[in-house]
């Protein structure tokens, strides 16, 4: 069975500082990994994908890597603002039909 | 735009009731999909649609049931609510099923099922 593992499930930093968010899963045969943040009571926003032949993916102050062969990907978050609080998740696409396994999330809290 | 669209916001219901979520999405995505997020479990895919006319099963469709009404609707159904059916239900739909496509998720449905 799929399982997908993000530790920890809660993360306070202070403002400017530089973190990162772990992710596992048990299969190393996957199609993409995906990374999500979560707002309270809101939906999930979609900021990363990476593909199963890509190491890893940028946008702004977001990378995301992926290492097949360990079952982990991380995502790196440089100079952290009060804007980025929210629940990451991640989710594995095993098969290329969009069917994602979450894993439970991890709440992040920067503190100005 | 408004993406993908859920009504509705809130609903409680008594065991035994019957009611369908709605959702509905502007971006004319083929495939949309119907999750449920439950505490400490994180999202669990119920149903999902790959293209207009054609639905399969996700991890935990027991108790549940779907329709593609067509391109831009897809509706999820609890024919008798039970209280394990208490969760917050996303609605999501991505351009296509396959590939690399990211998926656009509407604003949730927290059910309470008494």
């Known amino acids: 069975k799929q399982e997908v593992t993000q530790i920890p499930a809660a993360l306070s930093v202070p403002e400017g500082e530089n973190l990162v968010l772990n992710c596992s899963f048990t299969?190393?045969?996957?199609?993409?990994l995906q990374w999500f943040r979560q707002d309270p009571g809101k939906g999930l926003t979609s900021l990363l994908l990476?593909?199963?032949?890509?190491r890893e993916q940028t946008s702004g102050r977001l990378n995301a890597s992926l290492d097949k062969s360990s079952g982990r990907s991380t995502l790196y978050i440089a100079a952290s603002q009060p804007g980025d609080s929210a629940t990451y998740l991640c989710?594995?696409?095993?098969?290329?039909?969009?069917?994602?396994?979450f894993g439970t999330g991890t709440r992040l809290t920067v503190i100005p | 735009n408004a993406g993908v669209t859920q009504t509705p916001k809130f609903q409680v219901l008594k065991t035994g009731q019957s009611m369908t979520l709605q959702c509905a999405q502007d971006?004319?995505?083929?495939?949309m999909y119907w999750y449920r997020q439950d505490p400490g479990m994180g999202l669990r895919l119920i149903y999902y649609?790959?293209?207009?006319?054609?639905?399969d099963k996700g991890e935990v469709p027991n108790g549940y049931n779907v329709s593609r009404l067509n391109k831009r609707e897809f509706s999820l159904r609890l024919e008798s609510a039970a209280p394990s059916q208490t969760s917050v239900y996303f609605c999501?739909?991505?351009?296509?099923?396959?590939?690399?496509?990211?998926?656009?998720f509407g604003s949730g449905t927290q059910l309470s099922v008494l």
């Open positions: 999501a739909s991505s351009e296509a099923s396959q590939g690399n496509e990211k998926l656009f």
């Open positions: 299969d190393s045969a996957i199609y993409n």
């Open positions: 990476i593909q199963s032949s890509q």
């Open positions: 989710a594995e696409d095993q098969t290329g039909a969009n069917n994602l396994f």
């Open positions: 971006m004319n995505h083929n495939s």
């Open positions: 649609s790959a293209s207009e006319g054609t639905t």
